[in-house]
Structures are given as structure tokens and as C-alpha cells.
């Protein structure tokens, strides 16, 4: 009798004990490969860290870095890093210290090769490589623009540093959401040539960003930023979030 109270007694324990763990497991998964990950919620967070440096976690928590640099918040083990081109203030992986197994690191060299751009698709990400350069400091061989496709389906397009380049009047297509695209006005695009491109792309918002020349820090203008006029603008300071969705 006292053996068949005490089972019973631990199959309601067990049942409870479960229905906590159900609670707890309903913030995260464990998928096949071992990592746990916040399920998805249909939202993509982007922090902005200055500069064209730029941090995001995917729906199910996957982490890209693109253009490591500026900023100091590397602290999430990454998936993906991206660099545009190997100027100084766009490639500074080492920054990256956790990398979670299988992270990529997809260089401008493996973008864009023979003149043909690359499509990276990682089945959590799609990656396009697209034209960037077209100015005596960037060589259109040796540099690109990355078009991000979530699984939400939505786009974000980082320009890296480039004038206005032969495929932005064919961007439209693509129906990006969110276009960040560099005004700095020295060694690329400034504001006004970033507006036209702006009005080439017709992206839903348009961010200004890479649109200071100090060379340290954040390198962000706010009043730069402010007199760009592009339509759609959209301004996101270093430091700030936004939910992509």
C-alpha cells in the first residue's frame, strides 16, 4: 500500500515539476545543434554602435555583426560577421571575442568575385552582396553593400562606404525596409548624393550613418544627420535600438 501512496505521490511531483519546466522552456528552445535560443517572435533587434558598425539578433537569436569597428557592445557570441572592405574602420573582427560554432565571416573578397556578386543564403539569413564603391577611395571590385532577408521577410540594406552605384536604380525591386546609407560627403556619398540614391532605392526607411571623418569614437554627426533630406528618413543614434518588423 505505502509503496503504491509513494509512486503515486511522485507521478503528481513529477507532473508539477514538469508544468514549471513547461513555463520556464516556453522563453527559449533546444534545437538540434545544442544552443538555446529565444523562440521566434517575428522581431529582428538592430543596434546601431556608430560609425557603420552594426549588431543584430535574429528572431530565434542568431547574432550578426557588420562592419566591426565602432562601439563597444560585442559581448554576444556571433553567428555572422560581415565586413564591406578592409579600411580600417569597417573590419575590426578581433573586436568579436565569442563566436558561437559555425560562426561565418564573409569578407568583401568572398562577396564579390570576378566581378560577380554573391548570394549567401544560411537558411535563418539570406545575405546579397550588391555593388558598392564607384569613388577614387573605393574600388568597386574590392567593396560591397550587403542586403539582409530575414525569415519575417523583411530587409535591411547596409551600403557600406560607396557613391551612388550603377544597380541602385534596379534596388527598388527588392523592396528593402530599412536602407542605411553613408553620407559622410569626403570619401563617399554626402547627403544630397545620398538622397538621390535614397530616391533610387525607395526603401521604406532611410538611416543615415558613416557620416563623420574624426576617425575615433562613434563618429556620428547628429546635425548631419539631421539635414539630410531624404524621404522616409529615419535617424538612429549610436547606442539606439530598433525592431525590425
Aim: charged content about 25%.
Amino acid at each position: 500500500m505505502m509503496t503504491r501512496i509513494t509512486c503515486i505521490m511522485a507521478t503528481l511531483l513529477l507532473a508539477v515539476s514538469c508544468q514549471a519546466c513547461g513555463k520556464e522552456s516556453n522563453a527559449f528552445v533546444q534545437p538540434e545543434d545544442g544552443r538555446e535560443e529565444p523562440q521566434n517572435t517575428g522581431k529582428v533587434e538592430l543596434l546601431y554602435m556608430g560609425q557603420a558598425s552594426i549588431r543584430i539578433v535574429t528572431e530565434t537569436g542568431r547574432v550578426i555583426y557588420i562592419d566591426p569597428f565602432a562601439g563597444s557592445q560585442y559581448n554576444l557570441a556571433a553567428d555572422l560577421i560581415l565586413v564591406t572592405h578592409e579600411h580600417y574602420d569597417h573590419n575590426k573582427v578581433s573586436l568579436i571575442g565569442k563566436r558561437n560554432d559555425g560562426c561565418r565571416i564573409i569578407l568583401a573578397k568572398d562577396a564579390v568575385v570576378d566581378g560577380e556578386h554573391k548570394t549567401f543564403d544560411l537558411g535563418w539569413v539570406k545575405v546579397e552582396a550588391v555593388e558598392a564603391g564607384f569613388n577614387r577611395y573605393h574600388d568597386v571590385r574590392s567593396c560591397v553593400g550587403y542586403v539582409l532577408t530575414f525569415t519575417n521577410g523583411k530587409k535591411v540594406y547596409v551600403s557600406g562606404d560607396t557613391s551612388i552605384t550603377d544597380q541602385m536604380s534596379r534596388m527598388s525591386e527588392m523592396h528593402i525596409d530599412y536602407a542605411f546609407l553613408c553620407t559622410d560627403g569626403y570619401f563617399n556619398m554626402g547627403n544630397e548624393e545620398a538622397a538621390r540614391a535614397a530616391r533610387m532605392i525607395q526603401a521604406k526607411h532611410n538611416i543615415p550613418y558613416h557620416n563623420d571623418t574624426s576617425g575615433q569614437g562613434e563618429m556620428f554627426d547628429r546635425d548631419a544627420a539631421e539635414a539630410f533630406d531624404a524621404p522616409n528618413k529615419m535617424i538612429v543614434l549610436p547606442g539606439e535600438s530598433i525592431n525590425i518588423e
